[in-house]
C-alpha cells in the first residue's frame, strides 16, 4: 500500500485555487478557516479534517477525489462542460400533478453546478427551491441531453428523467426538447418541452408550443415511432 503524499495532496490544492483564481485569502475567507491554516494546507504540513475537504471542493467546483488522485488533471473552470453559461436553466413542460390528478403548465430550474470533472444539474421546484432529482449534462454542438434521477433509500419511487434538448439553433432564445419520465405507476411518457435562460411567464403561446404537431402524430403512424419537431424555428420572444 503507497504511503500518503501530504506536500503533493496540498499541491493539488493549490493548483485548484489556481485555477478557480482565488487568493490564499480568497479561499480562506470562502471556507471560514483561517489563513495560515489554508497555507498550511498547501504547503502539505496540516492535512485538513473531512468536512473541510468538502468545503474546499464545493468551493473551488472540483471532487474530492481530484484531491488523492494526481492522475486526473484539473481544469480551470473556462473548460467547464456547461454549454449555456448561465448557473439556472427554466423549464417549462406539461406536468402531471400527483396532487390534483391533472396535467397543468409545469415550471422547473435546472440548476447548473459545474465541476471540473462534469457537469452536475439539480431539477428544481420552481417556487420552493426543493431539488426533485439530480445528475449530469452531456453536450455538444448539437444537442445538450440532461440525466436525471431522485434516488434515494427513504424515496417513495424511483424517478429517471432525461431531457434531450436542441442547441443548434443558438442558446439565447427558447429551447425546444423532448422529456422523457414515467407517471405515478411506472408508465413511460414522452413530452416536449422548452429551455429558457431567461425567467419567464408560462404562457399560451409557450404551451401551445408545447403540443404535438400533426407531423408528429403522422410519423407515428406512418413508421410507428414519435418524432417531435425540435427545429426552433417559430420562437416565442418576450
Request: hydrophobic share 35%.
Amino acid at each position: 500500500m503507497g504511503r500518503f503524499n501530504k506536500e503533493e495532496f496540498g499541491n493539488r490544492i493549490r493548483e485548484a485555487r489556481k485555477a478557480k483564481g482565488y487568493t490564499l485569502e480568497n479561499l480562506a475567507n470562502a471556507i471560514n478557516r483561517g489563513f495560515s491554516a489554508v497555507a498550511k494546507y498547501e504547503r502539505g504540513e496540516v492535512l485538513p479534517d473531512a468536512e473541510t475537504i468538502s468545503l474546499i471542493c464545493d468551493e473551488l467546483g472540483i471532487s474530492e477525489y481530484e484531491l488523492f488522485d494526481s492522475t486526473e488533471k484539473i481544469n480551470n473552470i473556462d473548460n467547464s462542460k456547461n454549454p449555456f453559461g448561465v448557473k439556472t436553466l427554466y423549464l417549462y413542460y406539461r406536468a402531471y400533478f400527483p396532487t390534483s390528478k391533472k396535467f397543468g403548465k409545469g415550471k422547473f430550474k435546472l440548476k447548473i453546478i459545474e465541476k471540473s470533472n462534469c457537469c452536475k444539474v439539480d431539477f428544481v421546484d420552481y417556487k420552493t427551491d426543493k431539488i426533485y432529482m439530480s445528475g449530469h449534462i452531456l453536450a455538444d454542438g448539437n444537442i445538450a441531453v440532461f440525466v436525471l434521477e431522485n434516488y434515494k433509500p427513504n424515496s417513495p419511487r424511483l424517478e429517471v428523467t432525461e431531457i434531450i434538448l436542441n442547441i443548434a439553433n443558438g442558446m439565447d432564445r427558447l429551447m425546444v426538447g423532448t422529456l422523457y419520465c414515467t407517471n405515478g405507476k411506472y408508465v413511460p411518457s414522452i413530452r416536449k418541452c422548452i429551455v429558457s435562460k431567461i425567467d419567464l411567464e408560462y404562457t399560451e403561446e409557450i404551451e401551445k408550443q408545447l403540443e404535438i404537431s400533426e407531423s408528429d402524430k403522422q410519423h407515428l403512424i406512418d413508421e410507428n415511432v414519435l418524432y417531435v419537431e425540435l427545429e426552433n424555428k417559430d420562437d416565442f420572444e418576450e
